[in-house]
């Protein structure tokens, strides 16, 4: 099983991820070009809506395409994001100061508390680390 990253399709052509449509609550058809995907496979997306937030898919399917050479289209397994909304947040580091801009999901009916967690759980995956109410850079954490 390998893992395929989507989401720098700009830096790779022959790597290019071309459609990500939703079939049903948690199952995706992905089309894509190269980067020879089997089944098992776990696919890197990203969530419609986002710059950056990964969506990851496990390929249960594929069919490779005969025209145009190297396309495929899969289906896909991946988490259920129907009442799900990207959210933008931005934060700043206490020590240098530095501001950065994040986005994460969370349910449309989360309060204010449910939504600052998965942002703090967000920032965490970032290299952000926590210092009471204030937070760290990932510059300042490696000091």
Known sequence: MAE???RRSVLNPS???IECRTLAPGLYQVTGQGGGVQPGD????????????????????????INPPGQW???AKGPDLRNQMVLGWSIQCDECGREQAFEF??????????????AVQRIAELGWRPRGDNHLCPKCVSK
Not at 42 to 65: A, E, H, M
């Open 105 to 118: 999901l969370a349910a449309e009916q989360d309060g204010l508390e449910q939504r600052t967690a998965k």
């Open 73 to 75: 289209t899969a289906t």
């Open 42 to 65: 776990r696919l890197i997306c990203t969530v419609k809506g986002s710059r950056d937030l990964p969506l990851p898919l496990q390929v249960d399917k594929i069919r490779y395409l």
């Open 4 to 6: 395929h990253d989507f």
């Open 15 to 17: 790597h290019t991820l």
